[in-house]
């Protein structure tokens, strides 16, 4: 089996051991002669792996008791409306920041349920970037401030949380787990799950619980953070499948050691800035102070040689350096479990482009 | 590997051949050096699978251009909001069934967002059993009709739709591609995949077009059978592996038959009611008239009696045979993928049970 270097922004590339253990035990799990696909959800086998997933999250995020892990289907875009549902009152106002294509459409969901306040505006920026946390223009009082942890398409990253009075809300889809943080700077933070979690289907919530109570009665069962939290994520039948990978990853973080990942994360990044910091031929589109360390984008001279580079790089196992259909250009993503090597391959094959090209 | 009878209500038993095309392509799907898991929503390789699950379905229920097919996070629990949040007009009513634990639940999620005639209570019926068509009290002018085609906690299904002037909302979740149905009779269907379509973690949506342009302009983006209808099930990241394992129990169906597997169906359920009604130890819990084919609830006369039969059973790899929690008894689901061999399993575990304790 020949495995390729999965450069997409999400769905992305998994572990191989964990692809490798579900794949083993994909017909009979732990020997209960059935796949987990196919077991209940209010039976043994799957609840030790729904128990497993939130006792890893926890022990990842060192999270105190105050604070509650949940699984959530429709992915953070459900998650958009969701925290508005749930967290803002009527006649009460919520301040977003705008850093992006994310952002924007957090922004715009938002706006169906109460009033918004775009607290800085970065979405637009070429070089793009995050806002700086002195320019933020914090409204007193507000319900809560809503930010992009990693914009995937703009490929800015927010390196330094900003404090805030107000409960900080963070969509981390594309960098959760991928770094040290203080989980309790925040009042939630969601996550999409197929960046750096696992596979699609799930989003993550982890957040204070105290929060869960703001919400009005006349919301859906399914839309209500309560729900969730009163039945542990299992008021219906939860993606299994993709918790069940969810476990997975995360263990394979607990093993490999949070730290480990996270030097390596930069480690990984740091190797393309610099070679791109030492080409004029390729160009980085993210301000460096916000430049992330998971989605990196970068232009070549013209449109013509990126299609190529695009090109040349699949035929060498290199596959979807696409940027996104919006924006255009070069976009490697490297999460977590992108390995050290696909890196080096991809320098490697971008000094070989620029010496053949440039 | 020893694979056991799974009895259980869903997630449920997938087709073994499914399971196995899943695992051998697992690490690399397709020769492309990725996991299904691992390719982008927007790329070819799902593309093709995406395509396919929606083309398996539009076949199998033999669907007109005017009919659109959806795949939706959240199980059929969201769907309980969804379809008034979406043909719940303001100021409109709507008719429901209430048959039984679910219908209850569809019910009181739609009361959130307007006005609920419940036409027929069945719920607490005892025997268990739907209403007879010429005893629904459908009121002119209704925005629609929602019913539950197959309850899987009471044991009771549908045989003749009712024909109402209002569109038809049927909650198909335990017998949708069970048996062959007239689909224009409705305005729209939905189902969590757990049953008889796949594993869980998605929520086939089918349904008349134009109903789609009733939703008010403030419904979430998530939320509105629109955003689906025009961005064909990918505005976000779909739950791409269960729409992959849905696309292969699907073309599953297609080969074996589903009139083969109708029949199928019948036989597997009729073999147990005739054991049900051959004893007089065993006692069948919903009325004969509206048996399910897929669940079959019954007693014996003792729970002590009830707790033996499933253990022993279960010794003898006949698992998850035990009753909702709600109700008590045995439960044997026994949907498409359900093995013959494990009904004749059963029915003669039947047999020799009653021998030694009746």
Redesign the interface.
């Known amino acids: ?4 270097f ?1 450069f ?7 572990p ?1 051991e964990v ?2 253990e ?2 083993a035990e ?3 799990f732990k020997g ?4 987990i ?7 043994k086998e799957y609840d030790a792996v729904h128990a497993e997933a939130i006792e890893n999250v926890r022990k990842l995020l060192k999270l105190t008791d105050d604070y509650t892990v949940l699984f959530v ?6 998650q ?2 969701m925290v508005p ?1 749930n967290l803002l009152g009527a006649g009460q106002s919520a301040d977003y920041v705008n850093s992006g294509a994310w952002g924007d459409k957090a922004v715009k ?1 938002a706006k ?1 349920f109460g009033n918004v306040n775009v607290i800085a505006n970065t979405g637009k920026d070429i070089p793009t970037r995050m806002p700086k946390n002195e320019d933020l223009k914090l409204t007193p009082g507000a319900a809560y401030v809503h930010i992009t942890s990693n914009e995937t398409i703009a490929g800015s990253q927010w390196k330094v949380f900003p404090k805030t009075e107000a409960p900080l809300v963070a969509d981390m889809s594309s960098d959760i787990l991928s770094r040290p943080f203080d989980a309790s700077q925040f009042g939630l933070i969601y996550a ?1 799950a ?1 960046k750096n979690l696992g ?4 989003a993550l919530v982890v957040m204070r619980k105290e929060l869960a109570e703001r919400v009005g009665a ?6 209500k953070y309560k729900t969730y939290i009163e039945e542990n994520s299992l ?8 918790i069940y ?1 969810l476990a997975l990853v995360t263990r394979w973080i607990l093993k490999l050691g949070p730290e480990t990942l996270y030097r390596q994360n930069v480690d990984k990044a740091g190797k393309i800035y610099q070679a791109l910091d030492s080409s004029s031929f390729y160009k980085g589109t993210a301000v460096k102070e916000f430049r992330s360390d998971m989605n990196i984008t970068f232009r070549l001279p013209t449109e013509e040689l990126e299609e190529l580079f695009i090109k040349e790089a699949s035929k060498q ?1 290199m ?2 350096l696409k940027g996104h ?1 919006s924006v255009g250009g070069i976009r490697a993503s490297i999460y977590n479990a992108f390995p050290v090597a696909g890196v080096d391959a991809l320098v490697a094959f971008m000094k070989d482009f620029e010496k053949k090209n440039g």
């Open positions: 089996m020949a495995r390729v999965n997409g922004a999400g769905p992305a590339v998994l191989v692809l490798q579900a794949q994909l017909l009979d209960s002669g059935m796949s696909m196919e077991h209940s959800h209010r039976g289907q429709g992915g953070a875009s459900l958009f409306a549902m969901e169906l999409g197929q596979p699609s289907g799930v006349k919301t859906p069962t399914m839309l008021y219906n039948t939860p993606p299994t499948f993709s990978v196992g596959k979807a259909r």
